[in-house]
């Protein structure tokens, strides 16, 4: 952990902060306090939690949960929807899913990780690293990309369409789908849907493959500079199943530190609390993970692209394997830790899941219709995780005898990734920051490392993922010196 | 005339759903050729369903905005925000341009003013009479559904009701 979290003497430096404007509170911001020769002294990334989550959910019915906490965030609705049915799978007491119905769920998974991932390479981070950071704002978004790549603004826009199709087809809606439900699948996937998504899941393929590509030529041209920028040595931690590939719908915990040494292995997700313990500081509403058993200090980790591509042992599909490999030779045999490898990871990541979402459609067994799970006992409590496209997701329930949820834990990628962030953007102010005159183009440089690790700062508003900037600078009086808002 | 019609929010957030409950009735109410399109957020995608439309229609609650709604006609125009978790209107059609290599449908947006957006919110008050003022509106709009005649009505709610803007719709 670095020494830039609080400052000695806050009272004596000036402060520059970066806040979001929007109309529904939850939303993040960055403050910087610099001395009167520009020198960083602090750097914070404050996010204000999804406040309120636990408590809209507890009090209802366990089985409205896995459609409510699609209510809980719009850019990952499918996310929660998976998490939190897998744990009332075991609360309703049904045994383990039919083959079509585990299928089902995972093809609308990987549909879920295809979209997300391409919607961020191909919108949000392609304009900074196509375009460099020192362009000019305007240029930094879909419409540069466009205006230099028209083709690939095109395949952003159609890779991201697919990944919604799947969804649509399998849950039923793009939002508010209920095809996924305790205990199973309700609606068995046609034929004609099926073969819908097999006509274009090659297509996809070739995008995401080329998608890889460029990403890989950009690191070429300046492999330190991606190495080290937001670089921050972390542990990690995300779910392999028991071969030591990554699962993204179901597996064991795997942690290893920032040298690529085990800290745990193949353990059972219900523990969760006894590995992993969040603590709250007083600055921030999100709170911090850590491995329990590493303390606070050294026990923070990163989860996400970054993380999966390099703790698991292989990927088992042809092409994303392939990839992985460049990717891990690139760090010579250590890990890597610099935020913009998050995005040549979630590239592989993305190429992987379109592949295994090909796979399943080759499967006889996605248009079967054995669809519901036998029923046991019901059970009073139960844990469900996923790999979410952003990183491993918690949904943690206890129910009483009246089926009404008592207790809702989440641990939501972006929680998970809190002190990582943290971390790659005091990495980010030290290097570029301090002894300099803050710019606009300087400041772009913190939000790149913020983006690089696709935070879901979302509560399931449309509007609260539009995040136009205000930074202001103030002196130690507080009173202000300057001020850009951008957005 | 074949129309479009989106309304995005999130019904559980109080004022949010406002867009998504106008969706709901011009849906309901079946008039020929319009399409109608939910989602908790704009996104890139939903450039391609511009595709084939003559005019479009975005549906949106709105926070400090004219009360009780504003209706105004909108270009394509890029977003500056540093996140694109969502899209504005105009930056869908701005997609739909560059994507698809043609001009974007006339395209207007009807912004109820909300007031209160947390999870597990109903409807305040205000917005309970705005989005009736709103859906009158919508019914004396669709049965004359041509450009002209909305630049028209857009004008009228402009004087009547002041006019908004995509920043402070957010």
């Known amino acids: ?487 | 005339m074949r129309l479009v019609v989106f309304g995005w929010g999130n019904d559980a957030r109080g004022d949010d759903g406002l867009g998504p409950i106008l969706l709901g009735r011009v849906a309901h109410a079946g008039w020929a050729d319009v399409t109608t399109i939910e989602d908790f957020q704009l996104q890139i995608e939903h450039a391609l369903d511009l595709d084939g439309a003559e005019m479009a229609l975005f549906l949106d609650a709105g926070k400090n905005t004219p009360a009780p709604f504003f209706f105004s006609e909108i270009e394509a125009r890029r977003d500056a925000s540093p996140s694109t978790h969502a899209l504005s209107p105009e930056a869908v059609l701005d997609v739909f341009a560059r994507s698809l290599g043609q001009a974007p449908p006339p395209s207007f947006v009807l912004c109820v003013r909300g007031e209160r957006f947390e999870l597990g919110e109903a409807l305040s008050g205000p917005a309970r009479d705005r989005l009736e003022a709103a859906w009158d509106f919508v019914t004396r709009l669709m049965p004359e559904r041509s450009p002209e005649m909305w630049r028209r009505a857009a004008r009228n709610v402009s004087a009547a009701f002041g006019r908004g803007n995509s920043v402070s719709r957010t």
């Open chain 1, 1 to 487: 952990m670095s020494n830039l979290e609080t400052a000695e003497s806050p009272h004596r430096l000036r402060r520059v902060a970066i806040e979001p404007v929007s109309r529904v509170e939850g939303h993040g911001k960055v403050t910087i306090l610099l001395d009167q020769e520009n020198r960083v002294h602090q750097v914070r990334l404050h996010i204000v939690e999804f406040r309120g989550f636990e408590i809209f959910i507890e009090g209802r019915p366990y089985w409205e949960v896995p459609i409510a906490v699609q209510r809980l965030c719009g850019i990952c609705p499918v996310s929660h929807l998976l998490a939190a049915t897998k744990a009332m799978d075991l609360i309703a007491g049904y045994g383990p899913l039919t083959p079509t119905a585990e299928k089902l769920r995972r093809l609308l998974h990987y549909g879920q990780i295809v979209q997300s991932h391409a919607l961020h390479f191909f919108h949000l981070a392609s304009p900074d690293l196509l375009l460099g950071f020192e362009s000019e704002v305007a240029k930094r978004n879909i419409m540069g990309v466009a205006a230099a790549f028209p083709d690939l603004a095109r395949q952003g826009v159609l890779t991201r369409k697919f990944g919604q199709e799947v969804i649509r087809h399998v849950a039923g809606k793009r939002i508010h789908g209920t095809g996924v439900i305790p205990g199973g699948v309700n609606k068995a996937l046609s034929v004609e849907d099926r073969d819908s998504m097999r006509g274009g899941i090659d297509q996809i393929v070739e995008w995401s493959k080329a998608a890889v590509d460029l990403v890989v030529e950009l690191h070429q041209t300046s492999p330190e500079f991606y190495k080290v920028f937001g670089e921050a040595r972390a542990n990690m931690m995300a779910l392999v199943n028991s071969h030591g590939a990554p699962d993204y719908y179901h597996g064991g915990l795997r942690a290893r530190d920032a040298d690529g040494k085990p800290i745990f292995d193949h353990v059972d997700t219900t523990t969760y609390q006894s590995l992993l313990q969040e603590d709250v500081k007083n600055w921030t509403y999100m709170k911090f993970p850590h491995i329990r058993a590493l303390g606070a200090e050294k026990g923070w980790y990163r989860v996400g692209p970054l993380a999966r591509v390099q703790l698991c042992d292989f990927m088992p599909t042809p092409l994303a394997e392939a990839e992985r490999k460049k990717f891990v030779a690139a760090g010579g045999g250590k890990p890597l830790h610099g935020a913009l490898m998050y995005h040549w990871a979630r590239m592989v990541e993305m190429l992987h899941a379109a592949e295994l979402a090909r796979e399943l459609l080759d499967d006889a067994d996605i248009v079967g219709t054995d669809l519901m799970a036998d029923k046991g006992s019901r059970r009073e409590e139960a844990v469900g995780v996923i790999e979410a496209p952003r990183g491993t997701l918690f949904h943690h329930y206890r129910v009483d005898e009246n089926d009404l949820v008592t207790y809702c834990n989440l641990i939501v990628s972006t929680t998970n990734n809190n002190q990582a962030m943290n971390e790659a953007i005091r990495a980010v102010a030290s290097r570029f920051l301090s002894g300099h005159e803050v710019t606009e183009g300087l400041l772009n440089h913190i939000e790149i490392a913020i983006r690089a690790y696709d935070p879901c700062l979302s509560c399931a508003t449309h509007a609260l993922g539009q995040m136009p900037l205000e930074v202001d600078l103030v002196d130690a009086d507080g009173a202000l010196v300057s001020r850009l808002r951008k957005g």
